[in-house]
């Protein structure tokens, strides 16, 4: 048996027990993944409002938006969540390198055996 949040057109986030959504960002052009993140609800509703992408850094404890130093700001072009409202996927066009490391992509490098290669 589905519950409304699965199947229903309210939006109703189903938040982990440490008040948050995982975050998949991709590219809106190319399709690629460009970095997955965290999102509480104040991040949500600041993503909603600006049409810039936010988030929650665990490992400050901090919202941030993204580009807010680098200036690669990410500019949301949709924003979409899954069946049943506890992941969000952020459709954007990116303003520079998504990743802190300078790659485009924080999924830069490609598992190979017990190693890891560039991926592009």
């Known amino acids: 048996m589905t519950h409304s949040r699965d199947t229903g057109l309210t939006l109703d986030p189903k938040f982990d027990s440490s008040g948050l959504l995982t975050a998949v960002v991709t590219d809106r052009v ?3 993944v460009l970095m997955v993140a965290h999102m ?3 991040a949500l509703a600041k993503t909603q409002a600006t049409g810039e992408a936010h988030f929650w850094s665990r490992s400050r404890q901090a919202l941030w938006r993204k580009g ?10 949709e924003l979409r969540i899954d069946c049943d409202q506890d992941a969000i996927w952020v459709i954007a066009d990116a303003a520079g390198p998504a990743c802190h490391t300078g790659e485009r992509t924080c999924f830069f490098r490609r ?3 017990d190693g890891l290669v560039t991926a592009e």
Not at 68 to 77: I, K, Y
């Open 30 to 32: 190319s399709g690629d």
């Open 40 to 42: 509480n609800a104040d």
């Open 68 to 77: 807010e130093t680098s200036g690669n700001v990410l500019r949301v072009a």
């Open 111 to 113: 598992i190979e055996g």
